[in-house]
């Protein structure tokens, strides 16, 4: 596969594009936090809240499993569980066969707090969203796809159609 040639001027956009992407990025993630501070978590908690629910599920997970998942400091990782089992919303324990290994549960108190921020953050979202031109969301849309996912126009509307193709019920 070749690689497009670009011109300067299409070099530039593309940057200005990306600039702008990443600068949305940081304002969304910027109001997701202030949804979670809202509720009394750090940013680094709720990162550290989330990335558990998400590995371990209703299951649990060793804290260096934690600790690799999120590729921190075993310090870092600590510190945040501490403050989360604290606030009722992780429970931690030893197992009795090895006391050496620390393990980590989403308490019922946790998984709520998940659900709530989730419908939150969903609402702040989609206001952020809703406040930016439709033109530049597709551009910029366009170019993660392109640039990012190797997937052109065609490409992303074919992988779409066949998704759907995929999801109905055939009819015989």
């Known amino acids: 596969m070749r690689a497009k040639v670009l011109t300067a001027q299409d070099g530039r956009q593309a940057v200005r594009l990306r600039a702008r992407m990443r600068m949305l990025f940081r304002r969304a993630i910027a109001q997701v936090d202030a949804v979670a501070q809202a509720e009394g978590l750090s940013p680094a908690q709720y990162h550290v809240l989330l990335a558990l629910a998400a590995e371990a599920g209703e299951a649990d997970l060793g804290q260096s499993d934690l600790v690799r998942h999120l590729e921190t400091s075993r310090a870092h990782v600590s510190m945040m569980v501490r403050a989360l089992v604290d606030a009722g919303l992780v429970r931690e324990w030893r197992p009795p066969g090895d006391r050496r290994q620390l393990r980590l549960a989403v308490t ?16 702040v979202l989609h206001s952020f969203v809703a406040a930016l031109d439709p033109a530049e969301i ?9 640039r990012y996912l190797g997937l052109t126009r065609t490409r992303a509307r074919a992988s779409r159609a066949q998704a759907v193709k ?7």
């Open 108 to 123: 019922r108190s946790g998984w709520s707090l998940l659900e709530r921020l989730g419908e939150r953050q969903e609402a």
């Open 138 to 146: 597709g551009a910029i849309v366009d170019e993660i796809a392109n």
């Open 166 to 172: 995929a999801r109905s019920p055939r009819i015989q």
